[in-house]
């Protein structure tokens, strides 16, 4: 047994490690400073709770989190449908089509929706081409187009949990429901669709929780009225060089997640995987 | 013995990966920040290329400038960067807060040849340029707005605006669209602020684009998605020259200067400062010229210039008359004074 642990620690020295020292010391040594400010210990909580400013920039994070979240899953659930049921070279092409975007770069991919959203590109020359709209759409630089660029990058996240989940109901229990005399609808509600919550669950706590983190796509296809919490970080440390405040929205930040994390573990199974069963 | 060279290997291993700097930064060449684009260039081959050659020296170019970044250095103590090109509030706040060497006139004769705007304790004007009003010629063939007045007046030039993200230089376009003369625009005063902020709110339903990065502007207005901005004039200029479809006017523009200045801690201050000295000798001052896009600052460097050369001059008097100068320490004060409000206004 205790060669057994020193065996266990030995493997995970290394990584441990280097999380500790590269990661985790630094981290810890900058949320520190949100204790700093000349003003008091919590003065910069204090600050962010009574800022309307940014309390918006926190509630703005987390409605766009939801958005994000529910298109995703409202995209994601008949994909990952098809994707359970298709077989052969249609599965390799679909599932390629899934991955692919998460190997290229999200700058190069944000860029990409930068040029087919602006005012004279191709989606707004289709829109006016169509008759839907004379004058050209504002599709970049506001709200529409942080959520387009997010649900693109996002969206593997959310169908690959329900993929997962999808492929592990059996098809039997689809059959004795159909056997035993349900319709489609009801074998439907009742069999297949709670056999995939778990699946939605874990691509929904996954998407809002990147969505909540997300700097880079905001920040080239948003406005200034679409600003998230990640941008308010960089405004503190980059435009104010206060550093106590970005510490302190770093901690908000983590600790909406960790709270939200919590909440997911306790209906999501997170030592059995993301992929519910 | 075997300890010992086994810990001075160690800690050569360190080292080279970069875990353990010495004090004195000796195996790093002299580095110049800048802010990229036109200006980088401008700076690299009228001055900082020259001035390494000069010395036989190596000399790293990087950009882009980021105060932050040089704040965190200075903390560290491990300054990368050992002259910055910064803006000037820059040079105000860096004597504030204390992440900036004071600048030792001594070793810089030829800073006497600088008007009193373009000096701070801890920075130095080596070139100039303006934040100008542009458009696209998509929008406006015959051309666009003339002054900030025309810029406001979204009924005659219709179409979407850029405007910089932060205060600075959105406090005098805002104040000269009121109707301000360029004279009036300072001292900064709690109604004057409250005045521009009253005219930005005009006009901010029609800005797209609050820009941060000086390339944006050229970009947005050549593909049309703005159609008038305000933008950086070497930048425009750089633009144009490469055929870009926008044009510009200098009337009514900021001019500014671009400040040099030193990160507190450098290993090579002496050398920063003797850098500092070499691009205000009038002879290099001149090497800005045929680059077309940002000014020299010494006068004597401007004498006997052509007309049209002369555009590009911001500090002449021809050019000046139709300007403002932008005021860098009551710049620093309205940014100091509207961070937060600022940003409220932003998301208004």
Redesign the interface.
Known sequence: MNGRRIEVLALLAPALILTLVVFVLPLVRFLSLAFTAPEGTFATFVALAE???YR??MLNSFVVAAVVTAITAALAWPLAYLLARVRGLWFTLMIYGVLFPLWISILVRTYSWMLLL???GPVNRAIQAMGISDTPL?L???HTGVLVGMVHVLLPYMVLPLYGAMRAIDPRLMQASDGLGAGLWQSFRRIWLPLTLPGLAGGATFVFLLSLGFYITPALLG???S?MLPTLIV?F?????NWPMAAAASIALLAAVAVLMLAATRFLKLDRGMFAR | MQRRSFMIGATALAAASGLIRPAHAQGRPFTFTSWGGALSDAERNAFIDPFAAMKGIEAINTSPT???KT?AMVEAKKVEWDLVCEGGTVAFQGEQ?GFLEVLDLSKIPNAAALPDAMKAPCGLVTSTGATIIAWSESAFPDGGPQSWAEFWDVARFPG?RGLY??FTYNYEAALLAAGLKAEEIYPVTPEKIEMAFGKIREIKPHV???WGSGAQPPQLLS???LAASSAWSGRMLAAKAEGAPVGFTFRDGVAWGNWWVIPKGSPYVDLAHEAINFALDVENQKKLLPLKTYGPVVSAATEGLSPEDSEILVMAPQNLEHMLLLNEKEGWGYTEAT??SW??L???
Request: proline fraction near 7%.
């Open positions: 800022s309307p400013v918006r920039v602006e005012r004279h504002p970049l630089f506001n406005g200034r009225t600003i405004a440390i980059t435009e104010h060089f | 980021e105060t932050a704040i807060m979407p993200t932060e797209t684009v609050w593909t049309g998605e961070l937060g940003q409220q932003m998301m208004e």
